[in-house]
């Protein structure tokens, strides 16, 4: 993954300043994800959305209203039924934060293992000892390549 | 996308295997020198690291970049040795919303496997739970100074 990919993921990400925690509260229920995930396949009516979960009719709607109101979903009355359909725009807005993420991580991980490698290779530097509390540490980089 | 929306939208997962024992791996995560030295994305030319390694103890990593710092803080929530190490983790690039990194360590023979854990809190109440740390100590230092201040 190049620098340059992942500024563009980062810009992408915080372009979106508004508020990306109603999005994460409403997908943080397991219920909601799997209504999600039927809307992704079709739009459908609340009463199809409400079929195969144990739960009742109401229990569906508050679920429903959640992810309206965050921007996940959008509803339209037509005749005595409620259509409701996915926004993807939200959802793609939070997928850009673990996009983000995975690659800073994986990242950070790959530097882990150099440098556990790199330690390794030096048996006269001693390990770290006990944990250690309030040591201020400057390092230089080592340079633009990775 | 979405039909691995199901954990792919609540958090990222890493595992990774080293080439290092359990001890090793945390001692990497708890000391401010390896910490600086794994934490410079592509732009940044210097990281420091201020670690308090201890439940409730705050952490800094700032790293400076050509054109902008990224400074990340955090409060320690678990401190385990050689198993787990938990903490929060707050940045522009979490829009300065609080965030949670869990790192296990399991034992793989010589080697060790480690699964970092990055979540969003489900709301704004569970992360101000947790946020904890530097807030509350500032607070009570700026209570003591102004009574002081007053005397």
Known sequence: ?146 | MLATAGEAYNRVVIRRLLPATREEVFAAWTDPESIAHCMYPGDVTRTEAQLDVRVGGSYRILMKGKSQDYDHTGVYQAVEPPAKLVFTWTSKGTENKTTLVTVEIFERGAQSELVLTHERFPTPEAAKRHEGGWGQIAGKLADYFAQGANN
């Open chain 1, 1 to 146: 993954m190049t620098q340059a990919v992942l500024c563009a993921i980062f810009n992408r990400m915080v372009e979106y300043r508004r508020d990306l925690d109603a999005v994460f509260a409403a997908v943080a229920d397991p219920t909601r994800r799997a209504i999600l995930a039927t809307l992704t396949r079709k739009p459908a009516t609340v009463t199809e959305i409400a079929r195969p979960f144990p739960v009742s009719l109401n229990a569906i709607s508050k679920h429903l209203m959640v992810l309206e109101r965050a921007g996940l979903i959008r509803r339209k009355v037509i005749g005595r039924e409620h259509h409701c359909s996915i926004e993807p725009k939200r959802l793609r807005q939070a997928a850009a934060w673990f996009d983000y993420y995975r690659i800073f991580w994986e990242e950070r991980l790959d530097a882990l293992e150099h440098h556990l490698v790199a330690r390794a290779a030096r048996p006269d530097v001693p390990a770290s000892g006990p944990l250690r509390t309030a040591l201020r540490v400057t390092v230089p980089s080592r340079g633009a390549s990775k």
